[in-house]
Antibody, heavy 118, light 110 residues
């Protein structure tokens, strides 16, 4: 059964870069036809797609975040990562990773809370 | 910027039926947007209910169904139960690798 687990610092200072990793177990991140995505949810608010990386390495980003987002994959570690630069308090959220195809996001990681504060 | 709109909240009686919708700020939702629906309870990751408009995910009770109603995607809960009290989100595929989540609907069962 495929499982995803987010990891990274829970506290980031304003203007710095948020870095998270999603570790995939129970399957290969190199499996064809799958995308690997990041989604976030500010406290008490809705879900927002951040971006995704295809197994081939192609990346797709939310236009509203594109200038600050980088998603990469490390097939040797079966991980993919998110970097979000120049963070502000508005980037405080629970960050989820998920595998997806065009039709659905599934499964999801359990999520990790990242707080932006000095 | 495309906005995917959902009703902020709905209340349904136990055993009742409720239909949530997922619309576009500009244009109509069709099957080409591959609408999917997710259920989220507090502190938990979302759970896939419906994908490709009307396909139930594995293990999802058949009281959940998806469709296109008019110019929107729709999620219908028939015979609502107490544990259906959750937040529900739709997602639309906009093409070119871009996805947009809906604003979410809070469903209360009482």
């Amino acid at each position: 059964q495929l499982q995803l687990q987010e990891s990274g610092p829970g506290l980031v200072k304003p203007s710095e870069t948020l870095s998270l990793t999603c570790t995939v177990s129970g399957g290969s991140i190199s499996s064809s036809s799958y995308y690997w995505g990041w989604i976030r949810q500010p406290p008490g608010k809705g879900l927002e797609w951040i971006g995704s990386i295809y197994y081939s390495g192609s990346t797709y980003y939310n236009p509203s975040l594109k200038s600050r987002v980088t998603i990469s994959v490390d097939t040797s570690k079966n991980q993919f990562s998110l970097k979000l630069s120049s963070v502000t308090a508005a980037d405080t959220a629970v960050y989820y990773c998920a595998r997806h195809v065009i039709t659905r996001f599934d499964p999801w990681g359990q999520g990790t809370l990242v707080t932006v504060s000095s | 910027q495309t906005v995917v709109t959902q009703e902020p909240s709905f209340s349904v009686s136990p055993g009742g039926t409720v239909t949530l919708t997922c619309g576009l700020s500009s244009g109509s939702v069709s099957t080409s947007y591959y609408p999917s629906w997710y259920q989220q309870t507090p502190g938990q990751a979302p759970r896939t209910l419906i994908y490709s408009t009307n396909t139930r995910s594995s293990g999802v009770p058949d009281r959940f169904s998806g469709s296109i109603l008019g110019n929107k995607a729709a999620l219908t809960i028939t015979g609502a139960q107490a544990d259906d009290e959750s937040d529900y989100y739709c997602v639309l595929y906009m093409g070119s690798g871009i996805y947009v989540f809906g604003t979410g609907t809070k469903v209360t069962v009482l």
